[in-house]
């Protein structure tokens, strides 16, 4: 079974400034995508980033942008240039590539990381 | 664009109580999931279906029951809610097959059980 780990519960950072959240998971699929999710107070899930693990170049969307690094299974994201609306708690999560087997499309989810932003 | 969307956004049971929370998702997507949420433990999978007529177990199937008798519902029911089933839950739907790999997310609904 596939597990996510993100092991900072909380971070903070000042308003323009650059934060770094990391995500860890175990798998022995060659084949999936990672997802960074923020999640506001709003309780909404709100898709940040995805990352193909067959494409070696790491995804960008404006001001966020992962690090993945395949070998390692590690999967941090990166928000440059940090908001006050980036305040949140964001949840990294798995999912297999493929369809059937016991995974079909299901996410698992990291334990969160609320972030605080400063102005 | 409704997408999806679950009802009720929150509710407040007895022990021992029953209930039903509804999901409606309307992108004809093949999956759909129940996910609980609790401090500290991220997202947890309940059960989840591949298509009308079916459902699985997931991670924390215990106490709980669903039915897909329609494609575009997936209700979860509690049928002796305990104060551990306090929680927010979260439904999901996703097109299934090989597809891009994102799920869609309801706006969660809040369940305490005193």
Known sequence: AQTVTQSQPEMSVQEAETVTLSCTYDTSESDYYLFWYKQPPSRQMILVIRQEAYKQQNATENRFSVNFQKAAKSFSLKISDSQLGDAAMYFCAYRSAYAGGTSYGKLTFGQGTILTVHP | ?114
């Open chain 2, 1 to 114: 664009n409704a997408g999806v969307t679950q009802t009720p956004k929150f509710r407040v049971l007895k022990t021992g109580q029953s209930m039903t929370l509804l999901c409606a998702q309307d992108m004809n997507h093949e999956y759909m999931y129940w996910y609980r949420q609790d401090p500290g433990m991220g997202l947890r999978l309940i059960h989840y279906s591949v298509g009308e007529g079916t459902t699985a177990k997931g991670e924390v199937p215990d106490g709980y029951n669903v039915s897909r008798l329609k494609k575009q519902n997936f209700l979860l029911g509690l049928e002796s809610a305990a104060p551990s089933q306090t929680s927010v839950y979260f439904c999901a739907s996703s097109q299934g097959g090989a597809n891009t790999g994102e799920l869609f997310f309801g706006e969660g609904s809040r369940l305490t059980v005193l």
